[in-house]
Each structure stands twice: as structure tokens, then as C-alpha cells.
């Protein structure tokens, strides 16, 4: 298991200070990893000089990584949607094995860009499909991970606010699968990582801002998380009134759920 709590930052104390490492965050979906990647932004982890933004907020996503990432999917096959919704190890196993086929000159010249202006957050869903063809390029010992989950509730309501619609086993299934399977490429190659709880971030941020400090080696604080976030803290994302909500889409759509 190599799933690691934090020590102290490098960032707090005494002596030299180096340079904190790059982070990448794993995870799916709508997980909250925007606010996660938004609070290393302000932070000082740089995020791209162009990010992919949403009609109601920033992902923090570099283009550039997305755009590398779609490409591996076309190269097998893997409808830009369908990632979002279910699960397909095949298309994993199909990705990796571009490696060594797949021209790699853009994937070194991104990891270049990024390494220019490091120490460098990167951020996007389909990396839990790609993330095993980036790996070999990748020097891991300059690199933290953060594993970033969701709540399962909380994920359904947001999910179905979204209007994917899926029966609460099926979308829990979903997660856990794309957690294991980001678990078992972690620990089989030996990589530290941080469990993170979205949840726990925003219920609890100064016990979370302590643990995300220790490990990533750089302080961050509540005046780096509410410039970058802009809901409340101290309670769950996802209130009644949101669960009220997404089980009235949800009976309203009920005949395309998936299940």
C-alpha cells in the first residue's frame, strides 16, 4: 500500500526550501476536482496558459493535456461522452498498448512546456483511461498524487443535476471501478498518493489544507482555497434541496436511466 499521510511541508520551517514537486490529480468525473485544481492555481501550481472552461466555471484543465488525452481515445475508438458514463477497462488496455506505437513527440514536448514552468498541477477526468500510456514519460519522483473521490450520494445528486441519468448503484459502481483501477496503477508502480474526500475538503478544510501541505511540500492555506472557491464551507456541496431536485429529474427521466 502506498497510499501516504503527510509530514511536514518543506515550505514551513527551517533551512532551504526546494522546488515543490508537480501534482497530478486522478480521479473521474465530477468529483470536484476543479475546486481541488482551482485551490493549487492559487496556490502557485501552474495550470496552463490555456485552460478548458465550462459555461459556469473553470476546470483548470490545460488544453493542451485534454486535447492529447482525446487523441489517444480516437486512436481507439472511445466516443468522447462514453468516458463519462461507464467504465471500459478494454479501453485502458487498448491506450497502453499505443505506447511504443503512438508518436510520442507531442506527449514529450507537453511534459516539456509543463516542466518550464513547474511546479505544475495537472487535472483532467480522462486520465483514469490515458494515464498508463503517459506513465514511462512521466518522472514520477518529481511527482505527488492526489486521489480524489466523492462522496457517493453527493456524486449521485451532482450526476443527475447534470442530467446523466443513472440508477445510484450503477453510478456508484461507475466510481469504484475507475478507484480500483487507479489504486491498482499506483501501488503496482510504487507511486505515493493522497486519498482525498471532496466532501472532507469542504466540511473540514483546515484539517484537509494541513494534510494536502504536509504531503505536497508546499503550505496551502483557507486564503488560497476562498479565492479560488466560491461556495460555502462547513457543510456537504449538496444540500436537501439538490437531493429533492436530482430525484426529480431522475423520476422524470427515469425510462433512459442507466442501470
Not at 97 to 123: C, N, Q, Y
Not at 214 to 230: K, N, P, V, W
Request: proline share 4%; charged share 25%; aromatic share 10%.
Amino acid at each position: 500500500m502506498h497510499a501516504t499521510e503527510p509530514g511536514k511541508p518543506d515550505s514551513v520551517g527551517h533551512g532551504a526550501v526546494s522546488r515543490p514537486d508537480n501534482v497530478i490529480i486522478l480521479t473521474g468525473g465530477l468529483t470536484g476536482s476543479s475546486a481541488l485544481a482551482g485551490l493549487l492555481t492559487a496556490a502557485g501550481y501552474w495550470c496552463g496558459e490555456d485552460t478548458f472552461k465550462k459555461s459556469d466555471y473553470n476546470t483548470y484543465e490545460n488544453s493542451g493535456l485534454i486535447e492529447l488525452n482525446r487523441r489517444l481515445m480516437q486512436r481507439v475508438g472511445v466516443a468522447e461522452r462514453e468516458y463519462t458514463m461507464a467504465f471500459q477497462p478494454d479501453a485502458i488496455r487498448r491506450i497502453e498498448a499505443l505506447r511504443g506505437v503512438e508518436d510520442e513527440t507531442d506527449f514529450r514536448a507537453m511534459i516539456a512546456r509543463s516542466d518550464a514552468h513547474a511546479p505544475w498541477v495537472w487535472k483532467d477526468p480522462r486520465l483514469w483511461l490515458t494515464v498508463r500510456f503517459w506513465a514511462p514519460l512521466l518522472d514520477w519522483s518529481r511527482i505527488r498524487v492526489l486521489l480524489l473521490r466523492r462522496d457517493p450520494v453527493q456524486a449521485w445528486i451532482s450526476t443527475t443535476q447534470r442530467r446523466q441519468i443513472q440508477t445510484y448503484r450503477y453510478q456508484k459502481g461507475y466510481n469504484d471501478s475507475i478507484q480500483a483501477s487507479l489504486r491498482e496503477f499506483l501501488e503496482t508502480n510504487r507511486v505515493n498518493y493522497l486519498p482525498v474526500l471532496f466532501e472532507d475538503l469542504i466540511v473540514t478544510p483546515e484539517r484537509e489544507l494541513a494534510r494536502l501541505s504536509g504531503f505536497l511540500g508546499r503550505a496551502i492555506t483557507m486564503e488560497h482555497f476562498r479565492s479560488s472557491y466560491d461556495g460555502d464551507f462547513y457543510r456537504k456541496p449538496k444540500t436537501l434541496r439538490d437531493g429533492a431536485e436530482a430525484a426529480l429529474i431522475y423520476l422524470k427521466n427515469y425510462g433512459e436511466r442507466l442501470r
